[in-house]
C-alpha cells in the first residue's frame, strides 16, 4: 500500500467546511493507498504528478512521483508517498493549479 499524507491545515479545513461528510472526504483521499492511480492528471513539473480527486463541486489536489506511479511491483507500493497539499471550488481551481506549479518549480515537493 501507498503512504498517503494530509497535512493538519489540510485536515483542519476539510473538518471545518464539510463538518459531517468530512468522514466521506477523508475515505476518499485514503483511497489513495489501495489505487495510487485514481485521479486526473493536471501537469508534470519536475518529475513531480500534479494530480487531483473530485468530491461534489470540491477538488483535491495530490503530488507523487511521476515515475513512482507507473510501477507494477506490490513491494515498491510501499515507498510511494502520496501528498495531499491542497483543496479548492470549481471557482479557484486554476488559481490553486497555478500555485501548486509554483511551489513545485521554487521549492520542489519540500515545499509542502
Do not use: C, W
Amino acid at each position: 500500500m501507498a503512504k498517503v499524507e494530509i497535512s493538519e491545515r489540510l485536515k483542519q479545513e476539510i473538518f471545518k467546511k464539510f463538518k459531517g461528510e468530512s468522514v466521506k472526504v477523508l475515505d476518499l483521499l485514503y483511497s489513495l493507498k489501495e489505487n495510487p492511480k485514481k485521479g486526473k492528471e493536471l501537469g508534470q513539473v519536475s518529475g513531480i504528478l500534479v494530480k487531483e480527486l473530485k468530491y461534489k463541486n470540491f477538488r483535491f489536489y495530490f503530488i507523487v512521483s511521476s515515475y513512482g506511479i507507473r510501477f507494477y511491483d506490490l513491494e515498491k507500493l510501499n515507498e510511494l508517498v502520496i501528498k495531499i497539499v491542497r483543496m479548492s471550488d470549481k471557482k479557484s481551481q486554476q488559481k490553486t493549479i497555478d500555485e501548486i506549479k509554483h511551489i513545485l518549480r521554487r521549492l520542489g515537493s519540500h515545499g509542502f
